[in-house]
């Protein structure tokens, strides 16, 4: 974010400082106001990316709510379906059970019919059919007149009652039959109701929890925005106190030529000091396969004593391990030094790849195509940078520090 122009005023104010304080002032001021102007770009940016990042949360607690209530509809379902389920299981038991009574009933039904067919055989004679008159009129006697209009009596009484039984029987089994089926029928369109229901709230869910992964990746996305640009903003801020700090201690040069020293060291993006470039290859050679990426890692002794490091945090710590002091984020990083091009780049150079955004991850160039720096999936690591996913994201940019 940074322009050139920014990074030459900031050498010539320090070249210049013991040449022409006044002129030295001019440039720092003109500096510091554009710094100003810089970091309140970024403070803006950044008050709107925390605004989308509380937005995002609102979303996510409002699709997370969504997915409880869900559920809850779900699992309520699930109860009605094992409900209606042992309900049609009941049924069925009912039916088989019905089916039995209804073979009873007919068993009952063909024996009183086999009564009434012995009856009738018992008023045959010689093969052929006798009527009830035909019984009546061959009384030998009054009294035989009277016993046999009794026992015809009681007879047809009977047959009638044994007609009513079958036909009360046959209605119950029916009115039975007609009732369970009605039930059976009943509960299995409940069922595929309820299944239909179901799988409509598992899709309801499904698409509620796509949209919670999707808004939890533009979280992450927004939160590591909104951490780079917390880093961008307190290294615009040191940079802006380094000045100030370099035009007080030349007013005091100025009243006072014996208190003057050369300052230049102190230089907000870089100051070196006695190291070398394999040194500070090397230094992190300590932490492969004994480090984790961790965001904003390796600004504090604690970090780094376990081998918390993120990309810039580690290529700042390395460079401070011999003396030379460089910003720790990616964004001052990428003003750093001097840009050369990547047919001259040499062991010691940083190097920058395009991921989530323009020189989003920073390594160290150590030779043969390949760097070192903390990777997310690694930790610090060397990775090579000519093929597969580091070759994809390298641009060129490269900036050597002197």
């Given at each position: 974010?940074?322009g050139k122009?920014i990074?030459?005023?900031?050498i010539?104010?320090?070249s210049l400082?013991?040449?022409?304080?006044?002129?030295?002032?001019?440039?720092?001021?003109?500096?510091?106001?554009?710094?100003?102007?810089?970091r309140?770009?970024?403070?803006?940016?950044?008050?709107?990316?925390k605004?989308?990042?509380?937005?995002?949360?609102?979303?996510?607690?409002?699709l997370?709510d969504?997915?409880?209530?869900?559920?809850?509809?779900i699992?309520s379902?699930?109860?009605?379906?094992?409900?209606?389920?042992?309900?049609?299981e009941?049924?069925?038991?009912?039916?088989?059970?019905?089916?039995?009574?209804?073979?009873?009933?007919?068993?009952?039904?063909?024996?009183?019919?086999?009564?009434?067919?012995?009856?009738?055989?018992?008023?045959?004679?010689?093969?052929?059919?006798?009527?009830?008159?035909?019984?009546?009129?061959?009384a030998?006697?009054?009294?035989?007149?009277?016993?046999?209009v009794?026992?015809?009596?009681k007879?047809?009484?009977?047959?009638?009652?044994?007609?009513?039984?079958?036909?009360?029987?046959?209605?119950?089994?029916e009115?039975?039959?007609?009732?369970?089926?009605?039930?059976?029928?009943?509960?299995?369109?409940?069922?595929e109701?309820?299944?239909?229901?179901?799988?409509?709230?598992?899709d309801?869910?499904?698409?509620?929890?796509e949209?919670?992964?999707?808004?939890?990746?533009?979280?992450?996305?927004?939160?590591?925005?909104?951490?780079?640009l917390?880093?961008?903003?307190?290294?615009?801020?040191?940079?802006?106190?380094?000045?100030?700090?370099?035009?007080?201690?030349?007013q005091?040069?100025?009243s006072?030529p014996?208190?003057?020293?050369?300052?230049s060291?102190?230089?907000?993006?870089?100051?070196?000091?006695?190291?070398?470039?394999?040194?500070?290859?090397?230094?992190?050679?300590?932490?492969?396969?004994?480090?984790?990426?961790?965001?904003?890692?390796?600004?504090?002794?604690?970090?780094?004593?376990r081998?918390?490091?993120?990309?810039?945090?580690?290529v700042s710590?390395?460079?401070?391990?011999e003396?030379?002091?460089?910003p720790s984020?990616?964004?001052?990083?990428?003003?750093?030094?001097?840009?050369?091009?990547?047919?001259?780049?040499?062991?010691?150079?940083?190097?920058?790849?395009n991921t989530?955004?323009?020189?989003g991850?920073?390594?160290?160039?150590?030779?043969?195509?390949k760097?070192?720096?903390s990777?997310?999936?690694?930790?610090?690591?060397?990775?090579?940078?000519?093929?597969?996913?580091w070759?994809?994201?390298f641009?060129?940019?490269?900036?050597?520090?002197?």
């Open positions: 974010m940074f122009k990074l030459a005023s900031l010539v104010s320090s400082l013991f040449a022409s304080p006044l002129l030295s002032d001019s440039v720092s001021a003109e500096t510091e106001s554009e710094l100003k102007q810089e309140e770009e970024v403070q803006a940016k950044l008050a709107e990316k605004a989308e990042l509380e937005t995002l949360q609102e979303e996510m607690v409002a997370e969504q997915i409880e209530r869900t559920n809850e509809a699992e379902n699930e109860t009605t379906i094992t409900e209606t389920t042992e309900a049609i009941e049924t069925k038991a009912e039916v088989t059970t019905l089916e039995e009574e209804i073979a009873n009933l007919e068993e009952d039904i063909e024996k009183r019919r086999d009564i009434l067919k012995d009856r009738m055989v018992a008023l045959q004679k010689n093969g052929g059919t006798v009527s009830y008159i035909e019984v009546i009129f061959g030998e006697s009054f009294l035989d007149f009277i016993e046999r009794t026992m015809i009596n007879i047809t009484q009977s047959d009638q009652k044994l007609l009513d039984q079958i036909s009360e029987a046959q209605d119950v089994v009115t039975k039959k007609v009732e369970v089926e009605d039930k059976l029928t009943s509960l299995e369109a409940t069922m109701e309820l299944e239909l229901m179901q799988a409509q709230l598992e309801q869910k499904a698409q509620h929890q949209n919670i992964d999707t808004l939890t990746e533009q979280q992450e996305k927004s939160e590591q925005l909104v951490r780079d917390e880093l961008e903003a307190s290294d615009l801020t040191q940079m802006i106190e380094d000045i100030r700090a370099r035009n007080s201690q030349a005091t040069s100025t006072d014996s208190q003057y020293t050369d300052d060291s102190s230089a907000p993006t870089v100051s070196a000091g006695s190291g070398n470039t394999s040194n500070i290859i090397s230094a992190g050679y300590k932490y492969i396969g004994n480090s984790t990426y961790k965001f904003g890692g390796g600004r504090s002794q604690y970090d780094i004593s081998g918390l490091f993120d990309c810039s945090g580690y710590w390395a460079f401070r391990q003396g030379i002091h460089i984020s990616t964004s001052g990083l990428q003003y750093t030094g001097t840009k050369v091009p990547y047919s001259q780049v040499q062991p010691g150079d940083i190097v920058f790849f989530y955004k323009t020189n991850h920073v390594g160290i160039y150590v030779g043969n195509g760097f070192i720096g990777q997310t999936s690694t930790g610090v690591a060397i990775a090579d940078m000519t093929s597969g996913y070759a994809s994201k641009s060129g940019h490269v900036r050597r520090v002197n």
